[in-house]
């Protein structure tokens, strides 16, 4: 079973950044792809990031050259830098998790098995 916790939301203006981190815990596997899903009120629950362990990186349109996705391997521990925030990146951010080698940019949020608590990004303008 896998454990997923994020951390590192908060509230920033237009233009700043932010670092989220997501702890995974209790799988041994190599591969595994994870990523960071977010959702708005009202809105559907869609990926913003995905990588797998050989740093195979996917982003949206939306975040591409704003946000970076990246993984310690030697610490299980997950991450998502969002720079040049915009007021249209509000909302809950997921960190998720799928045993597969492979991330694919057809994935949804109901090929992912394992979710952290989600962590609160809010963006003013």
């Known amino acids: 079973q896998v454990q997923l916790a994020e951390s590192g939301g908060g509230s920033v203006q237009a233009g700043g950044s932010l670092r989220l981190s997501c702890a995974a815990s209790?799988?041994?596997?190599?591969?595994?792809?994870m990523g960071w899903f977010r959702q708005a009120p009202g809105k559907e629950r869609e990926w913003v990031a995905l990588?797998?362990?050989?740093?195979?990186?996917t982003y949206a349109d939306s975040v591409k050259g704003r946000f970076t996705i990246s993984i310690d391997n030697t610490k299980n521990t997950l991450f998502l830098q969002m720079n040049t925030l915009k007021p249209e990146d509000t909302a809950m951010y997921y960190c998720?998790?799928?045993?597969?080698?492979?991330?694919?940019?057809?994935?949804?949020?109901?090929?992912?098995?394992?979710w952290g608590q989600g962590t609160q990004v809010t963006v003013s303008s």
């Open positions: 990588i797998n362990r050989a740093w195979t990186t």
């Open positions: 209790g799988y041994t596997y190599s591969s595994i792809c």
């Open positions: 998720a998790a799928e045993r597969r080698l492979f991330c694919s940019r057809t994935m949804t949020m109901h090929d992912f098995t394992f």
